[in-house]
């Protein structure tokens, strides 16, 4: 009954991936502007993963220095989580020992977040090919973990929808850091709410 169940609920992403892609693809992806304080949104995603990262013996920390200056952003709060929780996601996927940690620092007009582990790493020239669809971080490797390959895809659309970038820096055996940025205040799209 349990792998029938974990068996549903990936086969359950996996569709619920592939329309969101769809629905991005297709341009009809709406925006809804609000805010909210960014610390107190990662903590709550953090927690999320608890009994998983326990589970592996991880360490998952927040890099609470970095918040000094940080703490309300007005953008859509939804895709936010789905970005953090996204390259939570990776970052447990992909680590089999040592730490995770997520911080964000205030740059003029942006915020700039981040997602460190002391995973498998990404080769130099596989670090572009994660945010395509259906490509993963591990498939350079044999052993094969279980996703889409959508997760990071999506949360480069959900960055630049909201007026971001996103880009990982990566050794091989050492570990990965996500990296995304957004506005503190929205751009002016015509976004419903702005």
């Known amino acids: 009954i349990e792998i029938i169940q974990l068996s549903g609920q990936r ?3 996996t569709v619920n ?15 809804d502007h609000e805010e909210g304080n960014l610390k107190v949104r990662i903590e709550e995603m953090m927690g999320l993963f608890l009994p998983e990262i326990k589970q592996k013996g991880l360490t998952l920390t927040l890099d609470r220095p970095s918040f000094d200056g940080v703490e309300k952003i007005t953008t859509d709060l939804r895709k936010f989580d789905a970005i953090i929780i996204n390259l939570l996601k990776n970052a ?6 040592g730490e995770i940690k997520v911080g964000c620092e205030r740059k003029d007009e942006l915020i700039e977040c981040y997602v460190k582990d002391t995973g498998i790493g990404i ?17 350079f490797r044999t052993k094969n973990y279980e996703g889409s390959g959508l997760g990071l895809a999506i949360s480069k659309s959900y960055v630049e929808l909201l007026g ?21 205040k929205p751009l002016r799209r015509g976004f419903k709410n702005d």
């Open 11 to 13: 086969m359950l992403n």
């Open 17 to 31: 991936d592939i329309v969101e892609i769809s629905k991005i693809e297709a341009g009809i992806i709406s925006v």
């Open 92 to 97: 447990i996927k992909f680590t089999e020992a």
């Open 123 to 139: 080769p130099k020239n596989k670090q572009k090919a994660v945010f395509r669809r259906f490509e993963q971080a591990d498939s």
């Open 164 to 184: 971001g970038k996103i880009w990982v820096e990566s050794r091989e055996g050492v570990g990965s850091t996500f990296y995304f940025t957004l506005p503190v």
